[in-house]
């Protein structure tokens, strides 16, 4: 089983819509997720951190399901310059510790 | 404050050439990582550094692969003989410390093996 796995997409959406983005990540021991978002051809960027109280960062909303083991983010009302690749990340301990483990992204596509 | 530095951003060599690409990070941050990034995938990691340490280099593909840092600052890292499977793009991140710190990344280094 890899360790954090993303739907890799693409989502395409009309401009205005809400989507959403799950992930889920296999080491129940894992203390910090992060989402990234990457553009093409360019470096990841760090767009949010995930809290267990989750977090809301204006139109983005991240949230944590330990039980489930899976983080998620929600866009709301979308625009045509969200469109780009989203990663989440999960820290590994007990295998390669300090390390981030990024998901493989998911595309997201926004249309006029 | 200066971001994560990455030189060169392009890099074009012939095959079983030596290549050393360099990470200046985010001045105070004690943990550096490296990843490598094939087109259209996902991030792969490398290895990465707590200070000058590298306590874990499990991610480096092969002995071609080599890193090492220096000052708590700038790293380097190095592919010797160089192959077609290297050409990717080299990303450097750097955080304050290691664990759950948020990681920034440079811009990187794209690298073509001809």
């Known amino acids: 089983r890899k360790e954090v796995e993303q739907d890799p997409g693409p989502f395409n959406v009309p401009e205005g819509a809400t989507v959403a983005f799950n992930c889920t990540y296999s080491n129940s021991a894992s203390q910090s997720f992060f989402w990234y978002r990457q553009d093409c051809r360019k470096e990841p960027k760090l767009l949010m951190s995930v809290y267990s109280s989750g977090n809301e960062d204006g139109r983005f909303t991240a949230q944590l399901n330990r039980a489930s083991q899976y983080i998620s983010l929600l866009i709301r009302d979308s625009k045509l310059s969200d469109s780009a690749t989203y990663l989440c990340a999960a820290s590994n301990y007990g295998g390669s510790q300090g390390n981030l483990i990024f998901g493989k992204g998911t595309k997201l596509s926004v249309k006029p | 404050g200066a971001g994560v530095s990455q030189s060169p951003s392009n890099k074009v060599t012939e095959k079983g050439k030596d290549v050393e690409l360099r990470c200046d990070p985010i001045s105070g941050h004690t943990a550096l990582y490296w990843y490598r990034q094939r087109l259209g995938q996902g991030l792969e990691f490398l290895i990465y550094?707590?200070?000058?340490?590298?306590?874990?280099k499990s991610g480096l593909p092969s002995d071609r692969f080599s890193a090492e840092r220096t000052g708590e600052s700038v790293s380097t890292l190095t592919i010797q003989r160089t192959q077609q499977e290297d050409s990717a793009v080299y990303l450097c991140?750097?955080?304050?410390?290691?664990?759950?710190?948020?990681?920034?990344f440079g811009d990187g280094t794209r690298l073509s093996i001809l």
């Open positions: 991140a750097s955080s304050p410390r290691q664990g759950n710190q948020p990681q920034h």
């Open positions: 550094f707590q200070g000058n340490s590298a306590p874990d």
